[in-house]
């Protein structure tokens, strides 16, 4: 079971196309600071249904989303929280909801890549070697501008293991 936060003033739910131009803002303000990969419009609305959002009085706050990559595995892709809507657990209710997710699709595992493995260490995740994810090294990562040198951590969750409440 996953421990879920209470929501403050947000609201969890499922993404729309609607809310693609405001998941894509999120996704590319942090992506100019360097601190993920920016999305293209036409990826978002390709892979909408992978998204999950926070909305907060009517505006898109957070957002991240669970692809599918094999039988048993999934990533965890494009986690964000607006700088203002940060410390009220909405980073932790986007990754749970994943993690869910993935529980109900009969995944086994959720992957992430992060400049922040500290976040993830703390909900239960464990650090793992790059390498171990060959699919999504040739499939997605091959074609980055990063790549081979990005710097983001790869790290992973056991769905069927109980998240951290703290």
Not at 10 to 39: C, F, H, W
Not at 46 to 61: K, P
Not at 80 to 91: D, I, T
Request: charge should be negative; glycine fraction near 8%.
């Amino acid at each position: 079971m996953v421990s879920q936060p209470k929501l403050q003033n947000g609201r969890l739910r499922k993404a729309r196309t609607g809310d693609v131009s405001a998941i894509q803002k999120l996704i590319n303000g942090y992506a100019e600071q360097d601190a993920m990969l920016p999305r293209s419009l036409s990826e978002l609305y390709e892979n909408i249904r992978d998204f999950y959002v926070i909305e907060e009085t009517g505006a898109i706050v957070g957002c991240a989303a669970l692809h599918v990559s094999w039988k048993d595995l999934a990533e965890l892709k494009s986690l964000a929280v607006e700088a203002k809507s940060q410390g009220k657990g909405y980073g932790r209710l986007l990754v749970n909801a994943c993690i869910g997710e993935a529980g109900e699709l009969g995944l086994e595992r959720v992957f992430a890549l992060t400049y922040v493995p500290e976040m993830f260490e703390k909900m239960g995740w464990t650090q793992i070697d790059k390498a171990l994810l060959p699919r999504k090294i040739w499939t997605e990562c091959v074609y980055c501008p990063k790549f081979p040198h990005c710097g983001e951590v790869a790290v992973l969750f056991e769905v069927g293991q109980d998240a951290r409440a703290d």
